[in-house]
């Protein structure tokens, strides 16, 4: 469940941050578009992380399942 909602929350985090950015560039608000930019990446950091750290977790599955069968 913390899965599902870490990537609920990173896909709030990252529309958000597009929102400030874009928000930022129509209004001349370069600090704005600066923390939209930011705000956006680091959900793509994490969404990123969270892709990795399953997948390391379904390598090390399969690998306790061969030796299981040994």
């Given amino acids: 469940m913390t899965d599902l ?6 896909a709030k985090d990252k529309i ?3 929102v400030k950015e874009a928000t930022g560039k129509v209004t001349g608000n370069e ?3 600066l923390e939209g930019k930011i705000q956006s990446t680091k959900a793509d ?18 690998l306790t399942d061969k030796k299981k069968d040994k």
Wanted: cysteine-free; proline content about 0%.
């Fill in 5 to 10: 909602k870490d990537k609920a929350v990173n």
């Fill in 16 to 18: 958000v941050g597009e």
């Fill in 31 to 33: 600090e704005l578009e």
């Fill in 45 to 62: 950091i994490k969404e990123k992380a969270g892709e990795i750290k399953e997948s390391i977790a379904g390598k090390i599955n399969d």
